[in-house]
């Protein structure tokens, strides 16, 4: 871990290993709390109880991505900002400790985003579904805003083999931002009048059109001289959807469906539009049926009578 920050430019990380489940955090001093965590928590995982820090114990489990994602809310400062990985289950699991957690999250943080990643993303490792939780500590929350990420821009096979033109991470980030009032994501500081012209819609506008990026292949050479084939971002175009990758459910909502979190509960269900012919021309079409079925039946039984 601590070469992986060196190569990332922190030169000095402040890295310690330790059990974090087992710590008790109800002393935790304001100046050892975060201002902002991201964390991909082990998925599935137990640990003994005995093990378990008093501060979690209220929370009744053994589940290490129930306790994580307790530990998180404990340790940010008011105002600290959280983004989780957590296994599917998480959101619409049964258990009193699921349901205790996921209304702590809507009751004292502000659930900005559930965001759906498509089974397949952590291949060849797991297929095991999952969504990220985008979170600030303190006030609660009035509305969730849900996101489907159906391609993430590589294949969601074991090869995991480039596919950057599918990829929804890029209008994901753009409507989030937009959705909160945000400053635009680096990508979009490139291409300012797109930005601004989504600016100007509206929410359900926003919805109904879908951010694709665009892509030009170059080729250039490793340090040791092999080819290689890049994929350069070449700007954006905006395309209408058939279909929308997000919505929102109001908290109440939420609630009456014992605080389901699952992004697929929520999703507005559409019909496709069908063009019928109409019913008179429908009948007629039918009455032309029955008489060739008729002429027919009455040539067979003439000829089964001539026979006789």
Request: include cysteine; aromatic fraction near 6%.
């Amino acid at each position: 871990a601590i070469m992986n920050m060196i190569l990332h430019g922190i030169e000095a990380p402040n890295i310690i290993h330790t059990n974090t489940l087992a710590e008790n955090l109800a002393d935790i001093q304001e100046k050892d709390r975060f201002d902002v965590v991201l964390a991909n928590p082990p998925f599935t995982g137990s640990i003994d109880k005995s093990d378990i820090g008093e501060s979690l114990k209220d929370l009744s489990t053994t589940k290490t991505e129930l306790l994580f994602l307790e530990l998180i809310v404990q340790l940010l400062k008011p105002g600290g900002r959280a983004a989780v990985i957590v296994p599917e289950g998480v959101l619409f699991g049964s258990s009193r400790a699921h349901k205790a957690i996921r209304q702590k999250l809507l009751k004292e943080t502000e659930l900005q985003g559930v965001i759906s990643l498509p089974g397949g993303v952590f291949q060849p490792y797991t297929g095991v579904k999952t969504s990220i939780l985008v979170l600030t500590k303190g006030g609660v929350t009035e509305t969730v805003w849900f996101y489907e990420v159906l391609a993430d821009g590589e294949s969601l096979n074991a090869k995991r083999t480039p596919e950057p033109e599918q990829n929804d991470l890029w209008d994901m980030r753009l409507k989030f931002k937009q959705r909160h009032g945000l400053d635009a994501p680096a990508f979009m500081r490139l291409d300012e009048a797109t930005w601004r012209a989504w600016h100007e819609l509206d929410g359900e506008a926003r919805s109904e059109r879908y951010l694709q990026p665009c892509f030009v292949e170059e080729e250039t050479e490793t340090p040791e001289g092999e080819a290689m084939t890049l994929a350069r971002l070449d700007g954006f175009e905006t395309e209408p959807l058939d279909e929308a990758r997000d919505w929102m459910a109001a908290t109440d909502e939420v609630a009456d469906n014992d605080h389901n979190l699952a992004a697929g509960r929520y999703k507005p269900f559409t019909l496709d539009a069908v063009d019928h012919d109409p019913p008179a021309r429908i009948i007629a079409e039918l009455q032309a049926i029955e008489t060739r079925i008729q002429d027919g039946l009455d040539k067979l039984l003439a000829m089964v009578e001539g026979v006789e």
